[in-house]
């Protein structure tokens, strides 16, 4: 018997770790947190003891259903329990097959304990009890978020797998969808919207002209509609370039004396100067806001400006002055409008960070920049259609204003397929791609 232990940030990216290195015959026989992430023990041919015998695998939806369950009765447990001691880990988990000997291979399904599951508890009291020992708390929390993630790596290997086999029409759609880089679960709703259609080219036409319905733009341009326009986002987003394209359009129409440029980043080395520029360059006012200035008070003298553009700094989330940036855009006397500036070019995670950022400020819409850069769009697209972020402007270059677009949904659509990956995704971003979709399990796959 071959044993070997993998380390990786979470468990999603140890399972593919396993299945590469030993294939997907592996047997997962341990995990644990470590500094940094997981450790998972794994071994090829492992022996099974005679004394618990597998169950045969169940039907997806059934097995989906009582993991859920069975995790909504630990989770209780969990917030019921009144001391810890050793035996903590070993109770909650008592019965399932990661922790009672029975190891779970990186190509099957989790199957079903022979277990009776207990009645469901009263309601958690609101606070847990003083005596218990936060480590172990965090302990528990991690071996659950842990089982979630090794249950939905082998549901989605599974649901793939069966796709394949009773479906292989559907299955290549979805393949096609992952080129482009959807996510799971807005994949699942396109192709709910074609399911009577069975020749091939008509069914992936019918797919991006659901698509582009789903995208969502202005029915009026924001600079034409007027007011206080702010761009927020990351650091590297390319907010600054934006509001300069942004700017130069509306004095090239109507000129320089009805917009305004403010500057609300006194962070980042060199933004305020590079403003200052920009504002001598199309004679516009430029008036910068320091932090714990009242933003309010810097815009009352610009309130006859038709346009206001403000320029925000990118923050960490977890910084503060963050946290004052999006009060103040979100206070009543501002009636700002707030677009996220997100760069194509932004993993699928930074994206998804940033939303969850920056939507407390109230977000108008979107704007999304360096088009030209860029070797998927399903990734933003994905954010804006599942947040209903309307897509207010494009940019695919360096000039100003040339390369600032208006957003044809149809047209955006062309571009999303005309630079997908040439190649064929693979059995695990697939299996992946399936396990996605489980995050947002309220429609049944396939």
């Excluded at 109770?91 to 277990?115: D, M, S």
């Excluded at 847990?128 to 993630?149: C, H, I, K, Q, W």
């Excluded at 707030?338 to 995670?349: E, F, H, P």
Aim: overall charge neutral.
């Amino acid at each position: 018997m071959q044993v070997k232990r993998f380390f990786a940030a979470d468990m999603r990216q140890a399972m593919k770790l396993v299945r590469d290195e030993l294939g997907a015959d592996a047997a997962i026989i341990g995990n644990r947190r470590i500094a940094g992430g997981v450790e998972l023990t794994a071994a090829l041919d492992y022996k099974l003891s005679a004394l618990a015998p597998r169950v045969p695998n169940m039907e997806l939806e059934d097995e989906l259903r009582k993991t859920q369950s069975r995790i909504v009765t630990a989770q209780a447990e969990l917030s019921l329990r009144g001391e810890a001691d050793g035996n903590t880990n070993r109770q909650l988990f008592a019965g399932l097959p990661l922790t009672a000997g029975l190891p779970l291979t990186a190509a099957e399904p989790l199957t079903e304990p022979t277990y009776e599951a207990p009645a469901r508890p009263a309601p958690a009291p609101a606070a847990v009890s003083a005596g218990v020992d936060p480590r172990a708390l965090d302990s528990m929390r991690f071996e659950l978020n842990s089982l979630r993630e090794l249950m939905e790596v082998q549901l989605g290997t599974l649901a793939w797998n069966q796709l394949q086999g009773s479906r292989p029409a559907q299955a290549n759609l979805y393949r096609r969808l992952q080129r482009i880089g959807l996510s799971g679960p807005l994949s699942r709703d396109l192709l709910s919207m074609i399911t009577e259609i069975d020749e091939p080219r008509q069914a992936w036409r019918m797919l991006l002209a659901h698509l582009a319905r789903m995208i969502s733009v202005p029915e009026v341009e924001p600079l034409e509609e007027g007011g206080v326009i702010a761009m927020v986002g990351p650091a590297g987003m390319g907010k600054t370039t934006t509001l300069a394209k942004l700017a130069a359009r509306y004095v090239l129409k109507y000129g320089a004396q009805n917009i305004a440029l403010v500057s609300m980043d006194s962070f980042r080395i060199g933004a305020q100067e590079q403003l200052k520029t920009l504002g001598r360059i199309l004679n516009v006012s430029v008036t910068h806001v320091d932090p714990g200035q009242s933003l309010v008070q810097a815009l009352d003298p610009l309130l006859r400006k038709r346009v206001v553009l403000i320029d925000t700094a990118g923050l960490q989330a977890s910084d503060p002055a963050l946290r004052m940036q999006l009060e103040s855009l979100a206070g009543r006397g501002i009636r700002s409008k707030n677009y996220l500036v997100l760069a194509t070019t932004s993993q699928k995670q930074v994206l998804t960070a940033a939303y969850h950022s920056y939507k407390r400020c109230g977000l108008a819409g979107c704007i999304l920049t360096k088009l030209d850069e860029t070797a998927s769009l399903g990734e933003v697209l994905s954010l804006a259609i599942s947040h209903e972020l309307p897509v207010a402007y494009l940019t695919d270059g360096p000039r100003i204003p040339d390369d600032l677009h208006l957003p044809r949904r149809h047209q955006l659509v062309s571009r999303a397929v005309s630079v997908q990956m040439q190649e064929e995704p693979s059995e695990e971003a697939m299996a992946d791609m399936f396990a996605d979709i489980y995050h947002s399990p309220t429609k049944q796959v396939g």
